[in-house]
């Protein structure tokens, strides 16, 4: 089955403790990207990556890192999180040419 | 980036058809236009785009204005499944990699 994978779906962590959340597809997409979504702000894009070690800034990249290494994982990395850092996060792909996008199902993290 | 209009909210009957609008006065002749939902607790899920011809797939059907300053998202025959948060976004072709989402319609289905 097509599909984008998160782990974990949920984490409850605490300021400063690094952590990583990972994101994997397996449609052999070249265009993924991560998202965050609040609560009267919508889904804002945090890091885009065009192809493995091509990786761009998004709307809102601070506090957040990204790499890719292999094209079918796209790992997003909060080196200090901090509590504006709570948010529910989305993996993403692209398919080309139709242009969709898949997005996974979503890893929801509080940081106190 | 151009932006859409759409509702905040829409309620429909179960198993009756469904009018979703947007407006995009600002739309230019290269923006597709995209249609996402988001089901409760869960990420956003494709449904439909299209240029200017109106599209037909088996979630929905699209029609755009002439003058593609608007455009409807038609689901034919709302199920409680439909529920959701119903996202219009404009992007142009393989520019912008990025989808800018609005506030989106909340679609309530009445049983």
């Known amino acids: 089955e097509a599909q984008v994978t998160q782990n974990p779906r949920y984490l409850i962590t605490v300021t400063g403790k690094k952590l990583t959340v990972t994101c994997s597809q397996n449609?052999?997409?070249?265009?993924m990207s991560w998202y965050r979504q609040d609560p009267g702000l919508g889904l804002r894009q945090i890091y885009y990556?065009?192809?493995?070690?091509?990786?761009d800034k998004g709307d809102v990249p601070e506090g957040y890192k990204v790499s890719r290494k292999e094209k079918r994982n796209f790992p997003l990395i909060l080196e200090s999180p901090s509590p504006n850092q709570t948010s529910l996060y989305f993996c993403a792909s692209r398919d080309y040419p139709t242009d969709t996008q898949y997005f996974g199902p979503g890893t929801r993290l509080t940081v106190l | 980036d151009a932006k859409t209009t759409q509702p905040n909210s829409m309620e429909s009957n179960e198993e009756e058809p469904v009018h979703l609008p947007c407006n995009h006065s600002?739309?230019?002749?290269?923006?597709?236009i995209h249609w996402y939902r988001q089901l409760p607790s869960q990420g956003p899920e494709y449904v439909i785009h299209g240029l200017t011809s109106n599209v037909n797939n088996r979630m929905a059907s699209l029609a755009i204005a002439e003058d593609r300053k608007s455009s409807t998202l038609i689901l034919h025959r709302a199920t409680l499944r439909d529920a959701a948060v119903y996202y219009c976004i404009l992007r142009h072709n393989f520019g912008n990699e990025k989808l800018t989402f609005g506030t989106g319609t909340r679609l309530t289905i009445i049983p």
């Open positions: 600002t739309i230019s002749g290269t923006d597709y």
């Open positions: 990556s065009m192809n493995v070690e091509v990786t």
């Open positions: 449609m052999n997409h070249e265009y």
